[in-house]
């Protein structure tokens, strides 16, 4: 089964950089510098940000349905990342590296079916949910902190 992947866009982020910290803390934004180790994955471009690059770490509504399952989390973007990650049947670099909690949505918005899998075998995963006609579409988190990594479309 053929699926989409992307990052989210970056035109309501860029404005934001342009802010000062203060400017931003007052919105509940921190500014912070990639360390050495970071593992910090950019929402937009999801791939790791490198070592000294700037990020923003906001509150994303992810899940902004009218439901019960609507949410918003913490997400990293990079400065440096002008277009979003769109591919169709390919992973984004951030998602092999990490155990993910895989939830799948179905036409109210709810959760018809979730599951936690290694990165590495979530091609297989987004299959399996797919294959469920009631499934419209499936949002990736990180497993560990619980994060929103990106959405997961039909194509």
Not at 24 to 50: E, F, N, Y
Not at 121 to 140: C, G
Request: with cysteine; hydrophobic share 40%.
């Amino acid at each position: 089964m053929t699926f989409r992947i992307t990052g989210l866009d970056p035109a309501p982020f860029r404005p934001l950089f342009d802010l000062t910290d203060d400017a931003l803390a007052a919105q509940g934004i921190v500014r912070c510098t990639a360390p050495a180790d970071s593992g910090w994955p950019c929402r937009v471009s999801l791939r790791d940000a490198a070592p000294g690059e700037t990020l923003l770490l906001l509150s994303y509504p992810h899940q902004p349905a009218l439901s019960p399952y609507r949410a918003s989390g913490p997400v990293f973007v990079r400065q440096a990342a002008e277009t979003r990650f769109d591919a169709t049947g390919t992973l984004p670099p951030v998602a092999p590296p990490r155990l993910l909690s895989v939830r799948a949505y179905d036409a109210r918005d709810h959760i018809e079916d979730a599951e936690v899998v290694d990165g590495q075998h979530l091609t297989a995963e987004i299959n399996r949910m797919f294959a469920k006609p009631a499934v419209q579409y499936l949002h990736v988190h990180y497993a560990r902190r619980g994060c929103f990594a990106f959405r997961v479309d039909r194509a």
